[in-house]
């Protein structure tokens, strides 16, 4: 509102309907006055100056209220939000309904009461300040998830290291959120020469609080695979990295979060790929000859539920040009308009339709037939794939 108080719109063909309420409106203290004679000039003048409240006559020549109503409602937010006073004679009871149903937000009975007008103007001009308020605060939520959103997609690793003679491992991945920032999470690196360490994990919950649960799981990762090839005699195993980042996550833990992770360590000379399963879904083996399985083993506790789980190792050994395929239950449990599910079988055809793609392609193709499958449908859990293919240089 300017500082000249509320701006009010008064519209009426009749002059002495317009006297007279602009005098009582000035008697309680608005000043700011415009008026039109007509829906036409209303329109012309609410193109040109911000209007609070409007007060607007139902029968008028040429233009009457609810056209002047149907043009604000189909015009930009910025007319749409502007509440509207119906202005009408007891007789007109049936028109103020329609109005009401077309979007004002209250009505005056001709003749004035002077009561009436300071309550009906009063009320609606407090709901416009609140719910200004309420639209500023969405905005400035809107722009600070923006700003999370980019700062969390920042966190996770987007420039795929090129495969080599020396590390020769294909690798791409994805996260989309399902709303501003996500629970999901990707990361792989090289843990020593030769072991290519990678996982994805999927955060309890939604929102900001899971997203920094989940940039402090991979943070974790990252710092105990550091402190291990420091301290550590034996090789890095990820057993021991799942333990330790378990105990830290599971302090001072008051929202009683967790995370399901998959961890894997890829020998990258050897193929023997070793991996802890902490309460994830199992990730597709794909082999160069076109035939899927899934990385099976029961799956162990999710991390941050007990501080003294103890987390199992496996192993597989992956032959040459094989592929794993690790995903997020966004991916399985993505629903369709039906409520189907995109589901194992689906996913699993699909990987098979793909095996023969790189990871770089592999990943974006999952994507779109997962996106094909759930249409329009909203999107309830964030998407994660990570698709890395090792292929060792003599085979």
């Known amino acids: 509102m300017s ?38 000039e209303a329109l012309d003048l609410l193109q040109s100056k911000r209007f609070d409240l409007i007060l607007l006559d139902i029968m008028m020549p040429d233009m009457n209220g609810y056209e002047v109503l149907e043009r604000m409602k189909a015009a930009g937010a910025e007319l749409r ?25 209250d009505y005056l009975p001709k003749p004035f009461n ?26 400035r939520l809107g722009q600070e998830m923006d ?11 987007l420039v795929f290291p090129a495969c080599t003679p020396a590390q020769p491992v294909e690798v791409h991945a994805l996260m989309e959120p399902a709303r501003e920032v996500g629970g999901d999470l990707y990361d ?6 030769q072991l290519f360490c990678f996982l994805v994990g999927d955060v309890s919950g939604k929102g900001a609080a899971a997203a920094m649960f989940m940039a402090r799981t991979r943070s974790l990762v990252r710092m105990a695979v550091q402190l291990w090839r420091k301290i550590g005699v034996d090789q890095i195993t990820p057993v021991q990295i799942a333990e330790a980042v378990n105990r830290e996550l599971c302090q001072d833990n008051r929202d009683r979060m967790f995370v399901t992770l998959f961890l894997g360590m890829l020998d990258t000379k050897t193929g023997v790929l070793t991996y802890v399963n902490a309460g994830h879904l199992a990730p597709c083996l794909l082999h160069a ?4 399985e899934p990385i099976n083993g029961k799956p162990a506790m999710p991390l941050a539920v007990r501080a003294g789980a103890a987390y199992q190792e496996r192993t597989v050994t992956l032959q040459p040009d094989d592929a794993v395929f690790v995903f997020s239950d966004g991916v399985t449990e993505a629903m369709n308009v039906a409520d189907e599910l995109y589901g194992n079988e689906r996913l699993h055809a699909d990987l098979r339709a793909a095996s023969a793609l790189t990871p770089e392609e592999m990943v974006p193709a999952i994507k779109v037939k997962v996106d094909v499958f759930t249409g329009e449908a909203p999107k309830s859990d964030d998407v994660t794939m990570l698709a890395l293919r090792w292929r060792p240089a003599h085979h």
């Open 3 to 40: 500082a000249d108080g509320p701006a009010l719109l008064v519209v009426d063909d009749n002059d002495d309907n317009r006297y007279t309420l602009t005098r009582r409106l000035t008697r309680e203290g608005y000043t700011n006055l415009t008026t039109a004679t007509n829906g036409r």
């Open 81 to 105: 939000n502007i509440p509207v006073i119906m202005i009408s004679a007891l007789s007109e009871i049936e028109s103020v309904v329609r109005c009401i149903e077309l979007g004002a937000e």
């Open 114 to 139: 002077p009561t009436l007008l300071r309550a009906r103007v009063g009320a609606s001009l407090e709901k416009k300040r609140l719910r200004d308020e309420v639209r500023a605060g969405l905005a």
């Open 147 to 157: 700003a999370a959103r980019k700062l969390q997609l920042g966190m996770l690793p």
């Open 188 to 193: 792989f690196f090289y843990a020593s020469e």
């Open 289 to 292: 000859s076109g035939c899927i």
